[in-house]
């Protein structure tokens, strides 16, 4: 369900979460529209938890590991990506969720919201100038990365079912992409 009456900026979209109105209802701001988030498959849930896992151990104290927490962008939209690596800033995040200048890389999972995860919300994290996006298509065991924003759209990409993958805020990292998805 999409609640389109009007666009929403991101302050509207904040008032109406803390006056309750959106209270238990699973959505996001994407693009000025609130959009209902999908509900978690189970393996989407494991291979998400388990990843988000994972990358706490790898990155220590390098990076925070965000999962399902919101974002905020410039083009009136706060997604709530499976997992968000941004900086480690503290408190600062009790003022503001993590801007695109805080964010290393973003990851979705993706198993019935393949669509919105390749089209919109790829363009909503390309037109933030988000570094790098990883989307793992669950029906196709596969990890597609997506890098260097420029013009609201993805220089490049790669799709993988195997090896390692560096991502390029870490380049001494070399993360198995099994341990991504699942195999």
């Known amino acids: ?31 000025g529209e609130i959009v209902e988030i999908s509900p978690e498959s189970e393996p989407h849930a494991y291979y998400s938890r388990t990843a988000a896992e994972y990358l706490m151990q790898i990155l220590g104290d390098r990076a925070l590991v965000s999962q399902a927490k919101p974002i905020t962008l410039p083009n009136h939209s706060e997604p709530e990506p499976d997992i968000a690596i941004v900086q480690r800033l503290g408190r600062e995040y009790l003022t503001h969720h993590p801007y695109p200048e805080n964010i290393f890389w ?51 990409k790669m799709t993988l079912t195997a090896g390692e993958i560096t991502p390029l805020a870490f380049e001494d990292l070399k993360i198995p992409v099994a341990a991504l998805i699942g195999e």
């Open 1 to 31: 369900m999409t609640i389109s009456l009007a666009k929403w900026t991101i302050e509207n979209y904040h008032q109406m979460v803390e006056t309750g109105l959106l209270e238990d209802r699973p959505v996001e701001l994407l693009k």
């Open 106 to 156: 973003l990851m979705e999972y993706a198993n019935t919201s393949l669509e919105k995860d390749s089209s919109l919300k790829y363009q909503i994290y390309a037109e933030a100038g988000i570094p790098e996006y990883w989307l793992v298509n669950l029906k196709r065991r596969e990890l597609i990365i997506f890098r260097h924003p420029q013009g609201g759209e993805y220089a490049s």
